[in-house]
Nanobody, 117 residues
């Protein structure tokens, strides 16, 4: 069974940092591109970042480029998202996805990130 389990979310003040993790199981992690998306209540899911199966290239949404860094450890079947200089508009539920763009075929349940003073 394919599983994606996110962790690392929480509440942080503007300007703060968080590191999200997504542990994958049930499939060959190293064979797939992986993505992060985020969703807020009443809004459509928003693409945040993606990384190819080998680690390069990486892609970022303009809203997070320069502040967020995606990475992966294929030995640990884990995807990461380092988020720096967080802003209130980054508040959302963050989900990892197997695949990229319209090719995302599995998502985790997500982890909540709240940026507030």
């Amino acid at each position: 069974e394919v599983q994606l389990v996110e962790s690392g979310g929480g509440m942080v003040q503007p300007g703060g940092s968080l590191r999200l993790s997504c542990v994958a199981s049930g499939f060959t992690f190293s064979a797939y591109d992986m993505s992060w998306v985020r969703q807020s209540p009443g809004k459509a899911p928003e693409f945040i970042s993606a990384i190819s199966r080998g680690g390069d290239p990486k892609f970022y949404a303009p809203s997070v480029k320069g502040r967020f860094t995606i990475s992966r450890d294929n030995d640990k079947d884990t995807l990461y998202l380092q988020m720096n200089d967080l802003k209130s508009e980054d508040t959302a539920r963050y989900l990892c996805g197997r695949g990229y763009g319209v090719g995302i075929d599995r998502r985790g349940q997500g982890t909540q990130v709240t940026v507030s003073s």
